[in-house]
């Protein structure tokens, strides 16, 4: 059993006993970790602010190989706002989703770290935009390895002409020639923006005004590539897009 200080985003938790909870965190350090927070549902417990959803803190934990349990900590930003707005906790709680099943236990990436956090303080300071959450999405999966390839056709190396389509099982876009069909449609704006989300500063994209055809392009791509990659429709999701007033 050692001592681990790290910053560290609350991912989810679940009740255990009387008092405690299981906890799962996203930490800089340690990458996913689950540890029991003691005695936190007892109205005097000066730790049940820590362990609230999205709170960003930093945690002193004892780690052992299964499950570790939570010393103590201190807030650096709660987040409290993001859980009091439906659309803001759903966007949260969907980004948390995608990195709760894209990696696994104590695999530490701290680039992932740092893609959260940073998009946890957009959500704060302009709402949880549609662009954004695109954003995450690329640059997470290009992060752990399966960015996708946008700059010409995947299968001949043929630039993109009038019509091109996305594959997710090939990993980035294919010309009409190569496409046996089935798959979906992209224009070049669509194949151009995704291009930038994954390359300028995160704040420079909020500029960018987003046409309905290409939001909806890039809903259908990136939904269909993630699934691809995580084999099951993520439960946040289906609840994102139930909420008809989402349109940040
Ligand atoms: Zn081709």
């Known amino acids: 059993m050692s001592l681990v200080r790290t910053e560290a985003l609350i991912m989810k938790g679940m009740d255990l006993g009387e008092a405690d909870r299981i906890v799962t965190a996203f930490t800089r350090k340690k990458g996913k970790v689950r540890m029991v927070a003691g005695g936190v549902r007892r109205t005097r417990s000066s730790m049940a602010a820590l362990v609230q959803p999205f709170t960003y803190s930093s945690l002193v934990i004892y780690s052992t190989s299964s499950l570790g349990r939570l010393r103590h900590g201190e807030i650096i930003e709660s987040f409290a706002g993001l859980r009091e707005d439906l659309v803001s906790m759903a966007?949260?709680?969907y980004l948390m989703e995608l990195v709760d099943f894209l990696l696994g236990e104590e695999d530490s990436q701290e680039g992932v770290f740092t893609l959260l956090l940073n998009t946890l303080q957009l959500f704060k300071e302009v709402g949880p935009r549609v662009l954004a959450i695109r954003t995450f999405e690329l640059r997470l999966m290009a992060i752990l390895g399966y960015s996708p390839h946008l700059d010409s056709c995947v299968v001949c190396g043929a630039d993109y002409e009038n019509k091109?389509?996305?594959?997710?099982?090939?990993g980035g876009i294919i010309c009409s020639n190569c496409s046996g069909g089935g798959k979906i449609p992209v224009s070049l704006g669509s194949v151009r923006l995704m291009n930038e989300l994954l390359t300028k500063p995160l704040r420079k994209l909020l500029?960018?005004?987003?046409?309905?055809?290409?939001?909806?392009?890039?809903?259908?791509i990136m939904t269909d590539y993630i699934l691809y990659h995580t084999e099951r429709e993520l439960k946040s999701l289906s609840f994102l897009r139930s909420l008809k007033s989402f349109n940040p």
């Open 207 to 220: 500029n960018i005004r987003l046409d309905g055809l290409m939001e909806e392009e890039m809903e259908r």
């Open 164 to 170: 091109a389509f996305f594959s997710s099982n090939q």
């Open 91 to 93: 966007s949260a709680s």
